[in-house]
Structure formats: structure tokens, C-alpha cells
């Protein structure tokens, strides 16, 4: 929400030829407790003032000798290319204000002038002004949040997959399928993945233990299993893993770490 104090603080331009017309205008705005109130009656100076101070209004007039209000608007929309034109047109043509709404005018204002309609609708069109400048502040504010909170994230996880690889000898991902996304070191050797002999060697009863876990979508922690090498001896992995689920409590796949652990066996 607005306070009263934002629209009477907002910055407006007042274009017109006309001496006594903008006389008028500054006194009805001055009156209303509007307090940055700048005018020209020189159209050709418009594009150079809101380039400097870009206004939050622009009340413009269409018929001005030289350079009209159609063309004062042309120049304007080269300074808010794809965004909000300020333009709040005066005219005395009713013929005109649909051409003036079409060439990017926000709204009118008919000659002569009513009084109360001319507070009403420069209020009105502050107002829209003012949230819509709040809201891309807003949208920008949020862009960089995400782009911050993005940032953090892939730092927290370049952080822990250095961690996990520290910590074991490989981790691996794999989706409701079983095939592997994401690994590193000789995940499918361990897990017996595409492979038709590997699975061979395992310890039969440990292996379908391990298998029966998984298919159950269980976590497991510290599982150890074993297998015999192409060299007769053993050779004992440790494995931990967890289920993966989205947000819309679906299995996704599983994730986890495993260790050769044979000469702890070895040594025991």
C-alpha cells in the first residue's frame, strides 16, 4: 500500500504552451499538497528533463506549435523502451484521446478543465505509477535473492559432495529406474550395475538382503556385503544409502556413499 505522502511527494512534469494553462495546473497541484512540480512550454526540452530526472508524471499537452504531443511522446518511449510511459495527455480534440492511448498515453484529461477530474485522474494515475515502480523494485529485490539463494546452494553443494567424497571411496544417484545420474569412482563395479557376471561373485544371502532394502525403498546405513575376486580372495564394501522422494512424496531414485573396507576385515 501507498502512503499519501508518496503520491505527494511523486516528481511531475507539466508540458503546455500555454502560459495560463500551466499557471492553472501548478496552482490546482500545489493546492492538492503536490510538492515537486516542474513545467516547460517548450515541448522539445521534454526529452532531455525526464532523461535527467524521470518523472513519475507527465502531463502533457497535444496541441503545441513546433513539435506536437504525438511527437513528444515518440521521443519519450526511446528513454522507457519496454516499460511504463507516464503520459497523462491534455487535449481539447475528443478525436484524440484514443490516438493518444494508442501512442502510449496512460490517460486524458479534456479542456477546459474540471477541476475534480483532473485531481481524481492525476491522482489515480500516480498511484498505478508508484506500484508499479514498487513492484519491479520488488521483482528486482527478488532476482537478486534468487540468484544469491542459487549461488549459496550450488556452493553448500560443491561443498558436501567434497565432503562425501573425503568420506568414502564413492557416492552415486540413480533414479526410479536404477540407472545412474550422478557417481563418482566405480559405483557400478560395487553396486554390480550393467553387469551380468559381476553379481556372480557376490555373497548371495547379503546381496538379496541389500536388494530387498532397496526394493522396499528402505534406508540403510553401514551395510556391509561382500564378494570373491577374480583372485580367490575377499573383498568387503560398506554401503549406505537413502530413498529419494519430490516434493510431491513420489520416489525418485536413491542416493548414497559406500567404502572398501576389506583390510578393516583383515585386520580384525
Given amino acids: 500500500m501507498l502512503q499519501s505522502t508518496e503520491i505527494l511527494n511523486a516528481s511531475i512534469l507539466i508540458v503546455d504552451d500555454q502560459e495560463a494553462n500551466v499557471m492553472l495546473l501548478e496552482q490546482v497541484l500545489r493546492n492538492a499538497g503536490y510538492t515537486r512540480i516542474t513545467s516547460t512550454m517548450d515541448p522539445q526540452a521534454v526529452h532531455a528533463l525526464h532523461q535527467q530526472h524521470r518523472y513519475d508524471l507527465i502531463l502533457l499537452d497535444l496541441q503545441?506549435?513546433?513539435?506536437?504531443?504525438?511527437?513528444?511522446?515518440?521521443?519519450?518511449?526511446?528513454?522507457?523502451?519496454?516499460?511504463?510511459?507516464?503520459?497523462?495527455?491534455?487535449?481539447?480534440?475528443?478525436?484524440?484521446?484514443?490516438?493518444?492511448?494508442?501512442?502510449g498515453a496512460k490517460d486524458f484529461i479534456s479542456k477546459p478543465f474540471d477541476l475534480v477530474e483532473v485531481k481524481t485522474r492525476i491522482h489515480n494515475m500516480l498511484e498505478v505509477r508508484l506500484l508499479y515502480?514498487?513492484?519491479?523494485?520488488?521483482?528486482?529485490?527478488?532476482?537478486?535473492m534468487?540468484?544469491?539463494?542459487t549461488a549459496e546452494l550450488r556452493e553448500s553443494e560443491a561443498r558436501f559432495q567434497r565432503f562425501t567424497e573425503l568420506s568414502s571411496d564413492w557416492y552415486w544417484e540413480q533414479d526410479a529406474q536404477g540407472n545412474l545420474t550422478?557417481?563418482?569412482?566405480?559405483?557400478?563395479?560395487?553396486?554390480?550395475?550393467?553387469?551380468?557376471?559381476?553379481p556372480q561373485r557376490?555373497?548371495?544371502?547379503?546381496?538379496?538382503?541389500?536388494?530387498?532394502?532397496?526394493?522396499?525403498?528402505?534406508?540403510?546405513?553401514?551395510?556391509?556385503?561382500?564378494?570373491?575376486?577374480?583372485?580367490g580372495s575377499m573383498q568387503y564394501l560398506q554401503v549406505s544409502g537413502e530413498p529419494m522422494f519430490d516434493n510431491g512424496s513420489r520416489f525418485i531414485g536413491y542416493r548414497g556413499i559406500g567404502l572398501d573396507v576389506t583390510e578393516r576385515h583383515r585386520s580384525a
Avoid: C
Avoid at 146 to 149: A, L, S
Avoid at 182 to 187: A, E, H, I, L, T
Fill in 64 to 103: 503545441m506549435p513546433e513539435m506536437d504531443g504525438f511527437e513528444v511522446m515518440e521521443g519519450l518511449r526511446d528513454i522507457e523502451a519496454g516499460s511504463y510511459l507516464p503520459v497523462l495527455v491534455i487535449t481539447a480534440q475528443p478525436g484524440h484521446k484514443l490516438r493518444a492511448l494508442q501512442a
Fill in 146 to 149: 534468487v540468484e544469491e539463494r
Fill in 133 to 144: 515502480q514498487k513492484l519491479a523494485e520488488y521483482n528486482k529485490s527478488l532476482e537478486q
Fill in 202 to 231: 557376490w555373497n548371495v544371502t547379503e546381496r538379496a538382503l541389500l536388494d530387498a532394502k532397496i526394493a522396499a525403498r528402505e534406508p540403510f546405513l553401514d551395510f556391509i556385503y561382500s564378494r570373491v575376486n577374480l583372485d
Fill in 182 to 198: 550422478r557417481f563418482s569412482g566405480p559405483v557400478a563395479e560395487m553396486l554390480g550395475i550393467g553387469s551380468e557376471a559381476e
